[in-house]
């Protein structure tokens, strides 16, 4: 019986359907009254004055992971979001909050690393490499071959772990509603501790043999603790098959996702990444 519930995305008890009819409606209601009638699109054609704008002229949002001390947190804070809560997941570019769980479509996996600045001296990114092979930048070269990626190499050799971040990545379409849109497009990066979520959740998928968009994943998260602090991770659980229709929507936006990344052109907000920063979790070990 189970295994049957399993089966399809979307199966939800009353109670689950009836939240999720209710939250649906109440974003198209705000969209609705958020754009007047004479400011409405007609037809398929794109907005007047975006024509020369395509998907590498953009910055792909990313699936947040609230922290104690993340910025959206801080209400002096321009990227605050009202009513954030720790271990509830947020929009980083439309500030959209999806509570505690939400639920995805993965439409393709890849690897990268960054390399911040030491906050003393300014922050921000010193190296950067979007094949995870060759950094871009300071000191740039042949990742594997860096001292920034040696473990140890953390605050200055004084830390856990690399300088260096390696992330897994994963360009997804949130599922709203049984539903999958454009506009859900994001990117969801695991990073340090939750490397180890990552890489179960590429065993769950690859034993599947199917293509990696054919499945829904239920992602939610957990509170941990060490000697340090403590920090919210992410737990993934498959949440059955895709529809048909979503099928052949996830397969378009991989297909556009695909060219952005062999183009070298794939980009995501990775502005409050860096461990360092006032988004720091209290956790070296922590996953965003």
């Not at 809560?85 to 439309?94: K, P």
């Not at 599947?208 to 992602?219: K, M, S």
């Not at 794939?266 to 720091?280: F, I, M, Q, S, T």
């Amino acid at each position: 019986m189970k295994q049957q519930q399993k089966q399809q995305a979307g199966q939800r008890t009353p109670q689950q359907q009836t939240a999720a009819i209710e939250k649906h409606q109440s974003r198209e209601a705000v969209r609705r009254e958020a754009v007047p009638d004479y400011l409405q699109r007609r037809g398929d054609a794109p907005p007047m004055g975006l024509e020369n704008l395509d998907r590498a002229d953009m910055t792909l949002p990313r699936l947040g992971l609230c922290q104690s001390l993340s910025l959206q947190r801080s209400k002096s804070d321009p990227k605050y979001i009202a009513g954030l809560d720790e271990g509830e997941f947020f929009n980083t570019i439309t500030r959209e909050n999806y509570g505690s769980r939400v639920e995805l479509v993965p439409l393709l996996f890849y690897k990268t690393r960054i390399l911040f600045g030491p906050m003393d001296e300014g922050g921000g990114l010193r190296c950067q490499s979007p094949d995870n092979l060759l950094g871009i930048g300071e000191p740039g070269g042949t990742c594997i071959k860096c001292p920034f990626s040696q473990f140890g190499s953390a605050r200055n050799g004084e830390g856990k772990g690399t300088a260096c971040n390696q992330f897994f990545n994963y360009a997804a379409l949130i599922v709203d509603d049984g539903r999958v849109t454009p506009e859900g497009l994001l990117v969801f990066s695991l990073k340090s501790s939750a490397l180890r979520v990552a890489k179960d959740w590429n065993a769950l998928i690859r034993i599947r043999n199917l293509d990696i968009f054919a499945g829904v994943y239920e992602i939610t998260s957990t509170e941990r603790k060490n000697d340090i602090g403590r920090w919210y991770e992410p737990v993934v659980n498959p949440a059955g098959n895709v529809s048909r229709e979503t099928y052949e929507a996830a397969r378009e936006a991989y297909a556009a996702v695909a060219d952005l990344q062999r183009a070298g052109k794939l980009r995501h907000d990775v502005e409050d990444l860096n461990p360092e920063a006032g988004a720091r979790e209290e956790s070296s070990a922590a996953p965003f």
